[in-house]
């Protein structure tokens, strides 16, 4: 079946046909698109397709051609996923805009809607705020407190999509802010 | 009855489920346990919470799970809430940081809808988005969203804030363009309260209220200063208040909790909490002038 619409996609289009990654969370999503980049795999994380979408997931965008290679990669990392989908046109990328605002002696930057400030003085995380998704908080506890060089990242500890969003914001103040490569 | 449920950053999904007493230094109390006052429904409950106490309201009862995200209060809280609703009468009803899951928000909005009267619904953060996500956001009196949530309210793609189309900008200057869209769509509650350099008040789509005094901008940086504002609007909600008027006053109180805690961005929310007593105080006394 996969093989079909691998050379229909082709065939009509001239487009490489594209494959879904499905994961139990959000956070497995992430550490699977950081596996298969690291890998030097072209993917990309996606919002899922709406007869599949439980209101907080992402999925990881594929080359089908390299299925079964990046499937034994993710198998390999301990991190298989749970399905794989044909893609559809019903997929959106994640935002990956992100606004600064300078305090001073804090700088706070906001992606979507997650906030992170850190002092810019020693790179203390002194603040997370916005999101919905139960690890917020969690991850707030975590990384408040911690400079951006000893700090964990969102991606590697959290599970949700506000995670995601947290660490498009957090690798921007890194970036800003001269942190430590993740 | 004012029923408060979400989550708090544990990861044992074991509910949490009792009165809410805002105590001596703003510590909060459920069945004799302290309550840690991080952002997320902890500081819904501490705000709500100390809104009761000052208006000699019953405390609000609470039903909370452990959840660090790796969805351990899953079925368990939504279980839990149809359950409680059906057994006890709840006036005014806050969803909060739950773990969006389309299925189960669609079975308890159709117990809820049963109820007799309905509750006035709220929703915050991860209830919202899913309610929005459902296509249900419309079975809602007041959502509660800041500017970034409001443009993916706006966006009737999106399933989540994370994916919000690009081209619907967050900038305050176009609040009233992302309040009228989400509205358009059937995305928005029948109320808004938008979290803000200026928080807006909104009713079927149109801003009925602005408030931007008094203004202590470093509160955007501080997590929990959005979930004590829907704390205190529940509160006053609950006591009788209409939804604007309720929206309006709390956004003043928290506003005035913020400056007398006199904050940096390093400020954490619990110490903000401390202050809402006050805060309400000075709220209602200029009220009275005004109203």
Known sequence: MLKDILKKKVDSKGEEARGLFVFQEAGQAIRAEKTLKKAGFKVRLMAPPPHIR??????????????????????????????????????????????VKDFGGYLMVRAANMKITVEKGNLKIVNISGGGCPDVPYLADRMIGKTLNECEGPAQIGFSLCAYTLNVAYEEIRHLLGGAEA | MLLLAGTVPSNVGEIIAGRADFGEKGIIRINAMNLPLTRGTASLVGAAAAACRYFNLDPPYVIMAGDIGQKTSGANIYEGIQAFVQKNRVKTLV?????????????????????????????????????????????????????????FLADDKASHPAYTRGFICHLEGEAAALIERAYKYNNSAKYLCVKGCTDYVCCNGSIVEKVDDPSVEVLEAIGGTGDTITGIAAALIYKGMNIVEACSFASKANRWAGKLANPNPATQISEIIKYLPEAIEKTKNAWADIK
Do not use: W
């Open chain 1, 54 to 99: 439980t209101g907080c997931d992402l999925v990881v965008a594929f080359d089908l051609i390299e299925q079964t290679v990046m499937t034994r990669e993710l198998e390999e990392s301990g991190n298989p996923p749970l399905n794989i989908v044909p893609v559809s046109d019903e997929t959106t990328s994640p935002l990956e805009l992100c606004r």
């Open chain 2, 95 to 151: 969803l909060h940081y739950l773990m969006p899951n389309i299925q189960y928000h669609k079975r308890l909005m159709a117990v809820i809808q049963r109820l007799d009267p309905i509750p006035c619904l709220i929703a915050d953060a991860g209830s919202m988005y899913v309610a929005k996500a459902a296509g249900q956001a419309s079975l809602y009196d007041l959502f509660t969203p800041d500017l970034g949530e409001l443009a």
